[in-house]
């Protein structure tokens, strides 16, 4: 055997043993790729590179793509659950195509994924989960479904590249400090939909200068800005009639801008905070949501 094809052979040998000791075999078939039991997709043994799921998933079980180096995944119809953590810390991710079949996408599902830059929620989806996008730090522009009806905890927390964001109005549970620290948020058209405003909302945005709350949510939480420093003005609509006990705290001046004779302007009275009664009132199309 000549010495250039030993060398070739050798590197082979090596290449194949280092495959299977990390337990990833060279070529996988389908079934070896996908783990499914009962629709359920629970293990993933690929390579990573561009992943179509198989059909006949139903579920995408928790951290099955965990810390992979998937680049893209194309899931299929009939998945109508994204488990925790599923695609958490996929560092090459970069685009994600999801089915109209989605009805939740869970806990950190797609937690910390550095190269993601956009997504497209579908219609048909009505939860996003706690943390599901947060620390994804090029997420620039995000779609959300009219079919949404929630959105949790730090949902989209640290998502730095985020500037702008559209909030259906069938959304009717928005939890606290949804956009906790999006550094360069600066618009957010928010729901009529919520019954309550949180008041951690927009902790640590330091780029929002107006928050413009719409008449429909009837309570607010108690107002922590910390660290919006350009935040200069809040708008609170006359449907709010109840505030969260405790001092508000923002970082600067803020006033607030109310109806004349409204709660909000007893707020800023108790709290000695500047107030505007300069509410303008909603189209004539406003609808009240159900108590």
Not at 175 to 199: M, Q
Not at 202 to 229: K, L, S
Not at 251 to 257: A, D, L, P, Q, S
Request: hydrophobic residues 40%.
């Amino acid at each position: 055997m000549k010495k250039a094809s030993i060398v070739k052979w050798a590197a082979g040998v090596l290449f194949m043993t280092a495959l299977f000791a990390a337990g990833i075999p060279a070529n996988l078939s389908a079934e070896e790729e996908f783990v499914i039991q009962d629709g359920t997709l629970i293990k993933y043994n690929g390579n990573g590179g561009n992943v179509v799921i198989p059909d006949g998933v139903t579920v995408i079980a928790d951290g099955v793509f965990k810390e992979t180096d998937i680049i893209s995944v194309e899931i299929p119809e009939g998945v109508q659950v994204i488990g925790e953590y599923a695609f958490a810390y996929c560092d090459s991710l970069e685009n994600v195509e999801f089915p109209s079949t989605l009805i939740s996408i869970e806990h950190g599902a797609f937690f910390s994924n550095e190269v993601l830059t956009q997504i497209s929620i579908p219609e048909g989806v009505q939860t996003i989960c706690e943390s599901a996008f947060a620390l994804c730090d090029n997420l620039q522009k995000v779609e959300l479904p009219e079919s949404l009806l929630s959105i949790g905890y730090r949902c989209f927390e640290m998502c730095d590249s985020l500037e702008e964001i559209s909030i259906p109005d069938s959304v009717t549970a928005l939890s606290d400090g949804v956009f906790y620290e999006c550094a360069n948020l600066k618009k957010v058209d928010l729901p009529t939909s919520i019954y309550s405003f949180p008041g951690q909302t927009f902790a640590h945005c330091e780029n929002i200068e107006e928050i413009v709350i719409p008449n429909g949510p009837r309570v607010m939480g108690r107002p922590y800005m910390d660290e919006c420093y350009k935040l200069k003005s809040i708008t609170i609509p006359p449907s709010i009639t109840y505030f969260e006990p405790g001092t508000p705290y923002f970082f600067g001046e803020v006033t607030i801008h109310g109806a004349a004779g409204s709660a909000a302007e007893q707020y800023a009275e108790e709290y000695d905070l500047p107030f505007v009664a300069d509410y303008i009132e909603p189209s004539a199309d406003y609808q009240p949501i159900e108590e």
